[in-house]
């Protein structure tokens, strides 16, 4: 005969098993929603033909997750021949030559927020140009895109018969943009206006820490007052700076601990020292 008590046992047995059941949850919801802040992304075309582009993360103690935009977005993908990313604010835009040509997610989680299979060309790069609005390079020319509500706006004007617009910089006053065929677009980012034109056949370029503008040529360094626009022109000594065949983003790059600059020329790492104007043609 049940004297209640079997009755509360039972009662009490069911909450226990369902607090056990919420709590693995939350720690399965926890462990799906990795923050990948301490690391390093590795943007990979993968293999053309076979697979869409992929996003690889090294952790901080050295071991790697693979693939993880796939991971964390469950039938979702970057697209063909991915080829640029970069992290603005609280997004990560990750530029692909063709397909999903731009995916938009977020930076921390890899959640995707948006994709885009038409962008006017084919995917080259992107650039943050304030929190509300960003610039995407195509193959053929310079668009606008708005961050806030993730939709793409139309191609800057002047930009459309220059070429491709790969490598871009926003400094404080102006971003800067290269083309294939109309040199270094230097627009104003408060009227999205082309204000001047450097010319020159150049394949990247950045900002040191000095707050100079360089832009790359195959054989020279032409340094850029960031407010002037005022240039001048640095041989390198022997080396040279690799123009790809194909567009991709390339080794020109500038250093954020100090005033230098690096660039892969065939097997050796070279390293510009701008403070002193030195070369290390084989730095590594």
């Not at 469950?74 to 992290?87: A, F, M, N």
């Not at 491709?164 to 270094?184: D, H, L, P, Y």
């Not at 408060?190 to 450097?198: A, D, L, M, P, R």
């Not at 097997?267 to 002193?276: E, L, S, W």
């Amino acid at each position: 005969m049940d004297d209640g008590f079997g009755f509360l046992k039972k009662q009490y047995m069911k909450k226990f098993l369902l607090s056990i059941f919420t709590i693995a949850a939350i720690q399965t919801s926890f462990a799906q929603t990795k923050e990948y802040t301490n690391g390093v992304f590795i943007v990979n075309e993968d293999w053309f033909g076979k697979a869409n582009g992929a996003i690889n993360f090294i952790n901080a103690n050295d071991s790697v997750d693979y693939n993880v935009y796939k991971t964390v977005n469950p039938g979702e993908k970057l697209g063909v021949t991915s080829q640029y990313g970069t992290i603005y604010g609280d997004n990560f835009f990750i530029v692909s030559k063709q397909e999903n040509r731009l995916v938009v997610a977020d930076s921390k989680t890899l959640q995707k927020k948006a994709s885009f299979e038409t962008i006017g060309g084919d995917g080259r790069s992107f650039v943050g140009v304030d929190a509300k609005t960003g610039y995407v390079g195509t193959s053929s020319g310079l668009y606008l895109f708005d961050i806030e509500n993730m939709k793409l706006g139309s191609i800057i004007d002047g930009t459309s018969k220059v070429g491709q617009v790969g490598n871009m910089i926003r400094t404080s006053k102006f971003v800067f943009a290269v083309s294939s065929t109309g040199g270094i677009l230097v627009t104003d980012p408060k009227t999205h206006q082309i204000k001047q034109t450097i010319a020159g056949s150049f394949i990247s370029v950045v900002q040191s820490k000095d707050g100079n503008v360089w832009g790359a040529l195959s054989k020279k360094l032409v340094k850029i007052n960031p407010t002037t626009l005022e240039t001048s022109e640095i041989a390198i000594p022997t080396k040279t700076v690799p123009a790809p065949f194909a567009w991709n983003a390339g080794t020109f790059c500038s250093s954020t601990q100090d005033n230098t600059i690096y660039f892969l020329s065939g097997i050796n790492v070279v390293k510009y020292d701008v403070t002193n104007n030195k070369f290390e043609e084989s730095f590594i």
